[in-house]
């Protein structure tokens, strides 16, 4: 059975840091590529970063250049995504997701996702 668990998120003030973790079982992140996306209440989810060990990362929101980042760890199938100097604007609930190879920032490629993780940008 395919799953993937967000961590990480909180409360954090602005121009802070957090790093989510998105630990995926029942498949290799040779096999999918996972990316991250955030929705807000009334809004549609948001693709951010798309992280694939074949092909690399791939960004698709230009509002987090610079300040976020995404890496995988094969070893321990888990792919996190730093993120800096956040801003009010990132609050949001944040989820991973799983796409067969390659990224896409269309939602609805994705197949399988987590039960997401809040992040409250406020001071």
């Known amino acids: 059975q395919l799953q993937l668990v967000e961590s990480g998120g909180g409360l954090v003030q602005p121009g802070g840091s957090l790093r989510l973790s998105c630990v995926v079982s029942?498949?290799?992140?040779?096999?999918?590529?996972i990316g991250w996306f955030r929705q807000v209440p009334g809004k549609e989810h948001e693709a951010i970063l798309c992280?694939?060990?074949?092909?690399?990362?791939?960004y698709y929101t230009d509002s987090v250049k610079g300040r976020f980042t995404i890496s995988g760890d094969n070893a321990k199938n888990t792919v996190h995504l730093q993120m800096n100097s956040l801003k009010p604007e990132d609050t949001a609930v944040y989820y991973c997701?799983?796409?067969?190879?390659?990224?896409?920032?269309?939602?609805?490629?994705?197949?399988?996702w987590g039960q997401g993780t809040q992040v409250t940008v406020s001071s």
């Open positions: 997701a799983a796409e067969r190879l390659s990224c896409s920032h269309n939602y609805n490629a994705y197949a399988y």
């Open positions: 029942g498949f290799t992140l040779d096999e999918y590529a």
């Open positions: 992280f694939s060990s074949l092909y690399g990362s791939s």
